[in-house]
Nanobody
């Protein structure tokens, strides 16, 4: 049985930082690319970042490029998202997901190539 669990969300002031974590069990973690998604109230879920199975290639949405960094520790079956310079456009539920391939594709709001999802962790930004 596959389990995906996010953690690390919370309240932060604008300009501050958070680091999200995601653990995945029940899969051969280093065989799969991993993605971070977010969904704000009234908006579509969007893919904001992806990292390939080896952690050697990364993709970022324009909205987070330069501020967020995706990484993974395959020995710990853990995915991370370091979020810096948070602003009031970033509050959302953030989700971790397991891609069905080793490599990332173009980022998309349509998560059809991800098989397993966590329950999400809430990020709130105050100004």
């Amino acid at each position: 049985q596959v389990q995906v669990v996010e953690s690390g969300g919370g309240l932060v002031q604008a300009g501050g930082s958070l680091r999200l974590s995601c653990t995945a069990s029940g899969v051969t973690f280093d065989d799969y690319a991993m993605g971070w998604f977010r969904q704000a109230p009234g908006k579509e879920r969007e893919e904001i970042s992806c990292i390939n199975s080896r952690g050697s290639s990364r993709r970022y949405a324009d909205s987070v490029s330069g501020r967020f960094t995706i990484s993974r520790d395959n020995a710990k079956n853990t995915l991370y998202l370091q979020m810096n310079s948070l602003n009031t456009e970033d509050p959302a539920m953030y989700y971790c997901a397991v891609r069905r391939t080793r490599l990332c594709g173009p980022l998309s709001a349509v998560p059809v190539e991800y098989d397993y999802w966590g329950q999400g962790t809430q990020v709130t930004v105050s100004s």
